[in-house]
């Protein structure tokens, strides 16, 4: 029997974080283990409880969390991991990716990876189109990460335009074809 692979789940602190518990429910339907982690902020809307309940595995919150087993965290998840998806992508975090910041666990486990990265931004439709967001996913793309395009929809301002996360099932077959 093969192993299972193994998926980061970056989470990050978009109002699309919800749909993070589904793509970890299908993910599972997929065969495939799901280990979250989480930006602080993304805390300020979610507890890692709720993940740590879905995916039956510890969720990781921070850099300097006391460790259950002497590792350097970001280090052991990016070996760890078979593929990595940030779903929700926020604007901060793809901007910090882009340009090589590791001031959180997350940010770390992706500069740390050799992993495939994918990247399924999460935003208001503004920010979606500012010139630094897009050059910053022009600069991830040539530096070979894949970025699951939002779509168009109702926003959370309210608004309707292009920044409501991937439909769920796109960003699973987009980590299957991955793997």
């Not at 770390?108 to 990247?119: D, E, G, K, N, W």
Request: hydrophobic fraction near 45%.
């Amino acid at each position: 029997m093969a192993e299972k692979k193994n998926i980061i789940l970056g989470v990050t602190a978009s109002i699309a974080i919800y749909k993070s518990c589904e793509i970890i429910r299908q993910l599972q339907e997929k065969g495939l283990s799901v280990t979250v982690v989480m930006t602080a902020e993304a805390e300020e809307l979610i507890r890692p409880v709720v993940f740590r309940s879905l995916t039956r595995n510890k969720v990781y919150t921070g850099m300097f969390q006391e460790p259950q087993a002497w590792e350097i965290e970001h280090i052991s998840l990016a070996k760890k991991a078979d593929l990595v998806l940030v779903a929700p992508a926020t604007a901060n975090i793809i901007g910090k990716i882009a340009n090589g910041i590791c001031d959180d666990l997350l940010t770390c486990v992706v500069m740390a990876t050799s992993a495939p990265v994918l990247l399924a931004p999460a935003m208001n439709a503004n920010m979606f189109r500012n010139k630094i967001l897009q050059d910053n996913l022009n600069k991830l793309k040539a530096a070979g990460y894949k970025i699951i395009a939002p779509v168009e929809g109702k926003l959370a301002c309210g608004d309707r335009g292009i920044g409501c996360l991937a439909p769920v099932e796109a960003i699973v077959k987009e980590v299957k074809r991955y793997l």
